[in-house]
Nanobody, 129 residues
């Protein structure tokens, strides 16, 4: 059974940093691109970043480029999102998602559910003073 479990969210002040983790199990982690998406209060799902299975390719939404870093440790079956210079607009529930096998690269730069086949339960990030 595929499982994706996010952790690392919390309350942080503007300008602060957080690192999110997504522990994966039930599949060959390195064979799949992985993505972070988020849902801000009252809004739809937004694509944030995608990384290739081997970790050599990354792509970011313009709104987070230069502040967020996606990475993965295939020996630990874990996906990460390092977030710095956080802003109140980054407040959202952050989800990791597994890209469907053979998914396009570079990735679609917007969220489309059919691009993914499994999602985690999400972790809340709140940026507030």
């Amino acid at each position: 059974e595929v499982q994706l479990v996010e952790s690392g969210g919390g309350l942080v002040q503007p300008g602060g940093s957080l690192r999110l983790s997504c522990a994966a199990s039930g599949f060959i982690f390195s064979s799949y691109a992985m993505t972070w998406v988020r849902r801000a209060p009252g809004k739809g799902l937004e694509w944030v970043s995608t990384i290739t299975g081997g970790g050599g390719g990354t792509s970011y939404a313009d709104s987070v480029k230069g502040r967020f870093t996606i990475s993965r440790d295939n020996t630990k079956n874990t996906l990460y999102l390092q977030m710095t210079s956080l802003e109140p607009d980054n407040t959202a529930v952050y989800y990791c998602a597994r890209n469907r096998a053979g998914s396009r690269w570079p990735p679609r730069r917007s969220y489309l559910g059919e691009d993914y086949d499994h999602w985690g339960q999400g972790t809340q990030v709140t940026v507030s003073s």
